[in-house]
């Protein structure tokens, strides 16, 4: 069984106070095998927010596997956005824009859906998809394949569509790869299911860990427990003056047919 701490849309810059003391110190009790981080580190990519964000990063229990988010390009700045867009990023949180981490059982690799050309959307670029396919094509055939975008091509927990280009064209690629979970961010609301067009790869969104930008009404992050063929996705919320609590949990199963909900009891 594997662990993994899955934080999205830290956005410093933009974070409630309260609440990066009590995940720290709660993450560490959780003892998760990884940290996945799956984008929007800062708010506004300014050198102060990154410097923020890594010292963040620093006292998550590792390996932390992060990606770049929307907010992690300058927006302002327009020369920084199209000719290097990630490079405060890289600066800061590390070289790699798509980092691939092996864990026994499992092969974790972050794909930068970031589009410096557009304003907030994403994308899967070309390039993208090869390295993601190339990674889970190497890997052991029993280990779960777990890809980590900021932008997810399935609509958010709202049925607002899924703000990405092409998102079925990307879906067909991410099953294409063999990618049997996708970690993502980006909406601000936690979301799990699958698309009924590829039922083998299970979607699994949290809302934002510690940002003031909320679109649920408080913070969440989660704890993903990973088996052979099994995901149970434990959600924690921010409670006032609680710190975070453990809330609802969801189960899945995968089969040659591919995934199914599990009824919580079971
Ligand atoms: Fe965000």
Redesign the pocket.
Known sequence: MIRLLHL??V?FGAVNDRLPGPIVALAHDLRPDATVIS??LTQRARPAQFAAARAFVDLLPGPVLCVP???DMPLWNLGLRLLAPFARYRRAIGPELEPTLALPGAIIQGVNTANPFVWKSGQLGRSSAKRLTTAFAAAPPDVMRIAVL?HAPVPAADGTPADMADPAAVLGALALAGTDIVLS????MPHAGFAETAAGVLFLQVG?AI?T?LKTDTNDFALIEIGADTVTQHAWLARQDEGFVQSAKARFLKSSTGWRALPDAV
């Open positions: 999205s849309d956005h984008g929007d988010g929307n907010h900021h961010g980006h909406t601000h934002t940002s930008r």
